[in-house]
């Protein structure tokens, strides 16, 4: 066989190896998704059982948005035009396979000084002490980029050894080209971490963009 015929054979079974990938993804979310808790204290956190993916990032990226829209549901997770909406840590199972975890966000400029400091002590104590946590997401607003606040976070999660990626949000409101550069950016950005996810994921939870790539991922991480 030539070089040429291997890679064609190779490339199909790629294809193929991803399409099952993201059909089972399609079949996970498409079972039931119930609200199990949430937690303002770290003692009323659930009990760890199972494993976990979290979605974190700035107040108003689309933490919610995007589980609603991996999940097919309008307001599984509460969703605001308000930024700082989410103030707990709300936990959602899925098919008993796998938590979602929305997390509240940070960097909004109005919360006190006291709703960071509520922020930063459960929030970490949950990234530090979650053992089945799989995955955290870091969403970035594409208009935005990474931002100081983003890279603090990212330093968090080196230092607890927490595994995460970056996730791209809001990809509709930009064209094509700005697409393009935020995406060059935010791969260098995240490159620089060990614990990062080597590549991104680009979302639009409003056109449905990414949202099949980031539920086979999930899957690849849930219970059998
Ligand atoms: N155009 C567009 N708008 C989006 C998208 N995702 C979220 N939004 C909008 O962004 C706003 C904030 O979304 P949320 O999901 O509430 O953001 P959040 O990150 O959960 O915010 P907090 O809970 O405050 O931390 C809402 O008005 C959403 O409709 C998207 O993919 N495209
Ligand atoms: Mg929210």
């Given at each position: 066989?030539t070089?040429?015929?291997?890679?064609?054979?190779?490339?199909?079974?790629?294809e193929?190896?991803?399409?099952?990938?993201?059909?089972?993804?399609?079949k996970?979310?498409a079972?039931?998704?119930?609200?199990?808790?949430?937690?303002?204290?770290?003692?009323?956190?659930?009990?760890?059982?199972?494993?976990?993916v979290?979605?974190?990032?700035?107040?108003n990226?689309?933490k919610s948005?995007?589980?609603n829209?991996?999940?097919?549901?309008?307001?599984?997770?509460?969703?605001?035009q308000?930024?700082?909406?989410?103030?707990?840590?709300?936990?959602?199972?899925?098919?008993?396979?796998?938590?979602?975890?929305?997390l509240?966000?940070?960097g909004?400029?109005k919360?006190?000084?006291?709703?960071?400091?509520?922020?930063?002590s459960?929030?970490?104590?949950?990234?530090?002490?979650?053992q089945?946590?799989?995955?955290?997401?870091?969403?970035?607003?594409?208009?935005?980029?990474?931002?100081d606040?983003?890279r603090?976070?990212?330093?968090?999660?080196?230092d607890?050894?927490?595994?995460?990626?970056?996730?791209l949000?809001?990809?509709?409101?930009?064209?094509e080209?700005?697409?393009?550069?935020?995406?060059?950016?935010?791969?260098?950005?995240a490159?620089?971490?060990?614990?990062?996810?080597?590549?991104?994921?680009?979302t639009?939870?409003?056109?449905?963009?990414g949202i099949p790539?980031?539920?086979?991922?999930?899957?690849?991480?849930?219970?059998?």
């Amino acid at each position: 066989m030539t070089d040429v015929e291997q890679d064609g054979d190779l490339g199909e079974d790629a294809e193929q190896i991803e399409a099952e990938r993201i059909e089972a993804g399609r079949k996970l979310f498409a079972k039931s998704c119930d609200f199990i808790a949430a937690s303002t204290t770290i003692e009323s956190l659930p009990p760890m059982d199972g494993p976990e993916v979290a979605f974190a990032g700035r107040s108003n990226v689309g933490k919610s948005t995007l589980i609603n829209a991996l999940t097919n549901r309008r307001a599984l997770a509460r969703t605001s035009q308000t930024p700082g909406r989410t103030k707990q840590l709300n936990f959602f199972d899925l098919d008993h396979r796998m938590r979602l975890v929305d997390l509240p966000g940070y960097g909004y400029a109005k919360a006190s000084k006291t709703d960071i400091r509520a922020w930063t002590s459960l929030t970490l104590a949950f990234l530090k002490g979650r053992q089945t946590l799989m995955r955290a997401f870091l969403l970035i607003d594409s208009r935005r980029g990474v931002g100081d606040a983003d890279r603090e976070i990212m330093k968090i999660f080196d230092d607890s050894a927490v595994s995460w990626a970056l996730v791209l949000t809001k990809m509709d409101k930009l064209k094509e080209k700005e697409r393009q550069q935020v995406i060059a950016r935010s791969e260098k950005e995240a490159a620089k971490h060990v614990a990062a996810w080597p590549g991104i994921f680009t979302t639009s939870s409003e056109k449905g963009w990414g949202i099949p790539e980031l539920r086979a991922h999930i899957t690849d991480l849930a219970r059998d």
